[in-house]
């Protein structure tokens, strides 16, 4: 079974800091492109941030540049992202999701959902004093 597990939210105050883990089975995660999204409640769902296979090239949105790190440790078939100085605006549910197949325009694209075929069920993170 191809499956991804999110694990991780919880309450943080703000100036906090969170790490989310995204655990894989099924698959090898190191040879498909990982992203991040996130979706707050009456928002659509955004990305977050994405870590392409091969190269390990990283991307991110522009709120959460300079906050956030994406990393993965294939030895674990596990990526994460790590969220430091954190923001109410932060909170949202968070998912991660998976690319089983090439894109070409991966760079230009990756915070497109439709990249994207396999989805963990999410985890909630809340900012808040």
């Known amino acids: 079974q191809v499956q991804l597990v999110e694990s991780g939210g919880g309450l943080v105050q703000p100036r906090g800091s969170l790490r989310l883990s995204c655990a894989a089975s099924?698959?090898?995660?190191?040879?498909?492109?990982i992203g991040w999204f996130r979706q707050a409640p009456g928002k659509e769902r955004e990305g977050v941030s994405a870590i392409r296979r091969s190269d390990g090239n990283t991307y991110y949105a522009d709120s959460v540049k300079g906050r956030f790190t994406i990393s993965r440790d294939n030895s674990k078939n596990t990526v994460y992202l790590q969220m430091n100085s954190l923001k109410p605006e932060d909170t949202a549910v968070y998912y991660c999701?998976?690319?089983?197949?090439?894109?070409?325009?991966?760079?230009?694209?990756?915070?497109?959902?439709?990249?994207?075929?396999?989805w963990g069920q999410g985890t909630q993170v809340t900012v808040s004093s």
């Open positions: 099924g698959f090898t995660l190191a040879y498909h492109a």
């Open positions: 999701a998976t690319q089983t197949w090439y894109s070409a325009t991966y760079d230009y694209n990756w915070a497109r959902e439709g990249l994207y075929d396999y």
